[in-house]
């Protein structure tokens, strides 16, 4: 386990990941059921993009720092970019918040939010972060297996993948995880990350997520140039899976936002695309 996120902090792929995943946690804590949150492969939590890893990839400047500066966002960037605002006391952008941070700000009283990280430095940055967080609890564990054994029996739950595919076996992972997660509980959610390099990868994990699991699916694609090399990292999915029709149809609007705004803005000849399946 090599990769280190904090090369990527800010980039295009998160903002896509973390302003859907703000407008998905937006809808379920208004809901008045307590929202328990599983976060697979949480990472640190926060990011320095002063470090030396952010600053020798440029990812952030190509990402959250054209954000903060554009003129015009979609309104469904406005929620992470007061987060980063506060963050960063409304000064430079010097830090960038994790999902964990995005999600631990999000929690109401009652609600649950699990996050595992395997890598143990990473964990340990993770740990001493969300210490003081009520509801909070960080594990150096496995997220796959810890998905499918603290998903809830019942009640609203949210299962975030987003792993670094460093792994051959992590699109098979994630159809199991997620199949044995809606056995647990048949109304859980889930909202998965994927790159986008060539669509015979994307349309194999799909298919092979609609046999192992009967719920709705709303895809989000953010092409940032055409995928003509599948050795690149074209873009990015976001696969939001058991969502009720009406937070679906809600959130079809906001994705469609944000996926068009960053390939239009940041990309190269790319679009946005979202459907149901």
């Known amino acids: 386990m090599n990769y280190r996120h904090a ?3 800010g980039n295009f792929a998160d903002l896509v990941k973390h302003a859907a995943l703000l407008q998905v946690l937006a809808r379920l804590t ?32 190509a990402g959250i720092a054209r954000l903060m500066a554009a003129g015009d966002p979609p309104e469904a960037f406005a929620t992470l970019i007061a987060a980063v605002r506060k963050l960063n006391s409304g000064g430079p952008v010097r830090r960038y918040p994790g999902s964990p941070w995005l999600i631990a700000e999000a929690l109401r ?7 595992c990280e395997l890598h143990p430095d990473e964990h340990g940055a993770l740990r001493e972060l969300m210490k003081a967080r009520r509801g909070v609890q960080t594990v150096c564990a496995d997220g796959y297996d810890a998905a499918v054994a603290q998903t809830p029996a019942s009640g609203q739950a949210l299962v975030l993948i ?6 051959a076996d992590d699109y098979a992972r994630i159809v199991e995880t997620l199949a ?5 509980n048949r109304t859980a959610a889930a909202l998965v990350w ?6 015979e990868t994307f349309d194999g994990f799909l298919r092979d ?15 940032m140039r055409p995928l003509t090399d599948p050795l690149k990292m074209n873009g990015c999915a976001l696969v939001l899976m058991g969502a009720p029709a009406d937070l679906a149809a809600d959130l079809a609007g906001p994705l469609e936002a944000i996926c068009g705004w960053t390939a239009g803005s940041l990309g ?9 399946l």
């Open 194 to 199: 994927l790159p986008l390099k060539d669509l």
């Open 109 to 115: 009283p009652g609600d649950r939010y699990l996050a």
């Open 180 to 184: 044995a997660a809606r056995r647990r």
């Open 209 to 223: 997520l609609e046999d192992a699991v009967e719920a709705p699916l709303l895809v989000a694609e953010t092409r």
């Open 30 to 61: 208004a809901q008045t059921a307590p929202l328990t949150v599983i976060d697979t492969h949480a990472g640190r939590g926060l990011y320095d993009l002063a470090g030396v890893e952010a600053k020798k990839s440029g990812e952030a400047d």
């Open 7 to 9: 090369f990527h902090a």
């Open 162 to 167: 987003d792993p670094p595919f460093e792994r």
């Open 268 to 276: 190269q000849g790319g679009a946005g695309r979202v459907y149901a």
